[in-house]
T-cell receptor, first 113, second 113 residues
């Protein structure tokens, strides 16, 4: 079983729609969580961190559910420019204090006019 | 401008011809890492380095070498490239304090014939 799983999509939505992605992780000791955005053939860039209490940044809302071991990303009022692949990243600190990032395979979002 | 740079950005080579992909960051980050990204497999970590002269294997280290002689540089070496190393490669860095955000280089698209 892959440690971090995402629905690859694509999610095909019209402008203005609300869309949500989930990402599940298998290691309950995971400590930090992020969403990255990656445009086609470009480098991933941090979209937002995911905090235990949930957090919002403009049209984007991220939430963490530790009990069910998943994080979510909600995008409201989708724009054409939101079309990209969204990567979930889960950080584990091992017993030696090493930082172990695991990336999901990404969810593709296509926003159409 | 704070950034991670990689060179070359594109490379086509032949099996067995040694090559080096350079990575440099100007943010004084301790941690640096190399990933490869393949369709359907997402980002997989090759090697990482917590600081100068400290390197560790990631998930897919076979066929690769790295070195960390200076804090800013973290070259990826393919001693004898093979076609299964055709991929998109990303270098990333982050500081050891505070956020776990990684900053990625622009990527190197490698084709091994």
């Amino acid at each position: 079983r892959k440690e971090v799983e995402q629905d690859p999509g694509p999610f095909n939505v019209p402008e203005g729609a609300t869309v949500a992605f989930n990402c599940t992780y298998s290691n309950s000791a995971s400590q930090s969580f992020f969403w990255y955005r990656q445009d086609c053939r470009k480098e991933p860039k941090l979209l937002m961190s995911v905090y235990s209490s949930g957090n919002e940044d403009g049209r984007f809302t991220a939430q963490l559910n530790r009990a069910s071991q998943y994080i979510s990303l909600l995008i409201r009022d989708s724009k054409l420019s939101d079309s990209a692949t969204y990567l979930c990243v889960v950080i584990l600190l091992d017993s030696g204090g090493s930082y172990i990032p695991t990336f999901g395979r990404g969810t593709s979002l296509i926003v159409h006019p | 401008e704070a950034q991670v740079t990689q060179n070359p950005r594109y490379l086509i080579t032949v099996t067995g011809k040694k090559l080096t992909v350079t990575c440099s960051q100007n943010m004084n980050h301790e941690y640096m890492s190399w990933y490869r990204q393949d369709p359907g497999l997402g980002l997989r970590q090759i090697y990482y380095s917590m600081n100068v002269e400290v390197t560790d294997k990631g998930d897919v280290p076979e066929g690769y070498k790295v070195s960390r002689k200076e804090k800013r540089n973290f070259p990826l070496i393919l001693e004898s490239p093979s076609p299964n190393q055709t991929s998109l490669y990303f270098c990333a860095s982050r500081g050891l304090a505070g956020s776990y955000e990684q900053f990625f280089g622009p990527g190197t698209r490698l084709t091994v014939l």
